[in-house]
C-alpha cells in the first residue's frame, strides 16, 4: 500500500511539475517576444518615428498592458509558490477520503494566481497614471530621480517591516501555512490559494514596483527580481539574505537621489 501511494505521489509530482514548469515557459516565451517588440519600438524611435507609447492611452491600450503585468507574474511568482502547490498535492492525495486531489490543487493554483492579477490590475493602473504624468519613457522606466529614488528607498525600508516579515514567514513556511489555513472542498482550496497568494503579493509587491525604475519590460531586472524573490522564499537563510538587501537598495535610492535631476 504505502508503495503504490509513493507511486502515486511520484506520478502526481511529475505532473503537477510539468504543467507548471510549461506555464512558466508559456510567459516567459511572451515576455521575451514583448521584449524584442519593444526594442523594435525603440529603434523606430531612434530613427525619428513616433512611438505609440508616447501618445494617450486608451482602454485597449490599458488591457494590454494588464495582460503584460499578468503574465509576467506568472513568470515571476509561480516559481516561488511550486513548494506550496506540490504540499498542497501530497496532503490531498495522502487523505484517502478525498475524492479527484488533483483538482483541489489546480483550484489551489488558481487562487494563488488570483491574487497576483489583482495586483496586476493596480500596477497597470499605476503605470497609466505614471504615463498620464509624463512620469515613464518610452521604455516604461522612470523619468524622475525622485520617483526612481523613492521606489528604491521604499523597497529597501520594506524589507524590514513587520509586515514584510510576516509575509514572508508564511511563504517560507508551507506545512504551518497548511496547518493553519486548511479549508476543505474545492471552493476552499481555492481561498487557501488566494490567501497564500495575498501573503505573497504582502511579500513582494514592493519588490515589483522596482520594474518601474529600469523599465517594466527590462528583462534583466525581470530575471534578478525573479531570482531574488525565489531566493527570499525558498533557500535557507534566505530572509536574511533580504534584509541585507534592504541597505543596499536604501543606498541606491539615495545615489540616485542625489545625483540630481527631477
Same mark, same amino acid.
Given at each position: /500500500?504505502?508503495?503504490?501511494?509513493?507511486?502515486?505521489?511520484?506520478?502526481?509530482?511529475?505532473?503537477?511539475? !510539468?504543467?507548471?514548469?510549461?506555464? @512558466?515557459?508559456?510567459?516567459?516565451?511572451?515576455?521575451?517576444?514583448? !521584449?524584442?517588440?519593444?526594442?523594435? /519600438?525603440?529603434?523606430?524611435?531612434?530613427?525619428?518615428?513616433?512611438?505609440?507609447?508616447?501618445?494617450?492611452?486608451?482602454?485597449?491600450?490599458?488591457?494590454?498592458?494588464?495582460?503584460?503585468?499578468?503574465?509576467?507574474?506568472?513568470?515571476?511568482?509561480?516559481?516561488?509558490?511550486?513548494?506550496?502547490?506540490?504540499? @498542497?498535492?501530497?496532503?490531498?492525495?495522502?487523505?484517502?477520503?478525498?475524492?479527484?486531489?488533483?483538482?483541489?490543487?489546480?483550484?489551489?493554483?488558481?487562487?494563488?494566481?488570483?491574487?497576483?492579477?489583482?495586483?496586476?490590475?493596480?500596477?497597470?493602473?499605476?503605470?497609466? +497614471?505614471?504615463?498620464?504624468?509624463?512620469?515613464?519613457?518610452?521604455?516604461?522606466?522612470?523619468?524622475?530621480?525622485?520617483?526612481?529614488? +523613492?521606489?528604491?528607498?521604499?523597497?529597501?525600508?520594506?524589507?524590514?517591516?513587520?509586515?514584510?516579515?510576516?509575509?514572508?514567514?508564511?511563504?517560507?513556511?508551507?506545512?504551518?501555512?497548511?496547518?493553519?489555513?486548511?479549508?476543505?472542498?474545492?471552493?476552499?482550496?481555492?481561498? /487557501?490559494?488566494?490567501?497564500?497568494?495575498?501573503?505573497?503579493?504582502?511579500?513582494?509587491?514592493?519588490?515589483?514596483?522596482?520594474?518601474?525604475? !529600469?523599465?517594466?519590460?527590462?528583462?534583466?531586472?525581470?530575471?534578478?527580481?525573479?531570482?531574488?524573490?525565489?531566493?527570499?522564499?525558498?533557500?535557507?537563510?534566505?530572509?536574511?539574505?533580504?534584509?541585507?538587501?534592504?541597505?543596499?537598495?536604501?543606498?541606491?535610492?539615495?545615489?540616485?537621489? !542625489?545625483?540630481?535631476?527631477?
Amino acid at each position: /500500500m504505502r508503495q503504490a501511494l509513493d507511486a502515486v505521489l511520484r506520478r502526481d509530482r511529475a505532473i503537477i511539475g !510539468a504543467g507548471l514548469g510549461g506555464l @512558466v515557459l508559456l510567459a516567459w516565451l511572451y515576455l521575451f517576444r514583448m !521584449a524584442k517588440k519593444m526594442a523594435e /519600438m525603440e529603434a523606430h524611435a531612434a530613427m525619428g518615428m513616433a512611438m505609440p507609447q508616447l501618445h494617450a492611452w486608451e482602454m485597449a491600450d490599458v488591457g494590454l498592458l494588464f495582460l503584460m503585468w499578468a503574465v509576467m507574474m506568472v513568470a515571476m511568482m509561480v516559481p516561488t509558490a511550486a513548494p506550496m502547490i506540490m504540499l @498542497v498535492a501530497t496532503v490531498d492525495r495522502r487523505r484517502l477520503d478525498r475524492p479527484r486531489p488533483m483538482a483541489r490543487t489546480g483550484m489551489f493554483a488558481l487562487g494563488y494566481l488570483a491574487s497576483w492579477i489583482g495586483y496586476s490590475a493596480l500596477a497597470a493602473s499605476a503605470q497609466w +497614471g505614471l504615463h498620464a504624468a509624463a512620469l515613464l519613457s518610452p521604455a516604461m522606466a522612470s523619468t524622475s530621480r525622485l520617483l526612481g529614488g +523613492g521606489i528604491l528607498i521604499a523597497a529597501g525600508i520594506y524589507q524590514w517591516t513587520p509586515l514584510k516579515r510576516a509575509c514572508l514567514t508564511s511563504c517560507r513556511s508551507p506545512l504551518a501555512f497548511i496547518m493553519t489555513e486548511w479549508r476543505d472542498g474545492r471552493t476552499g482550496a481555492w481561498v /487557501m490559494g488566494l490567501r497564500h497568494g495575498l501573503y505573497c503579493v504582502g511579500c513582494c509587491w514592493v519588490l515589483m514596483a522596482l520594474l518601474f525604475v !529600469a523599465g517594466v519590460m527590462n528583462l534583466a531586472w525581470v530575471v534578478a527580481i525573479s531570482a531574488f524573490a525565489l531566493v527570499e522564499k525558498i533557500v535557507p537563510g534566505g530572509d536574511r539574505v533580504g534584509r541585507v538587501a534592504g541597505f543596499g537598495l536604501v543606498a541606491a535610492g539615495l545615489l540616485v537621489i !542625489a545625483r540630481g535631476g527631477g
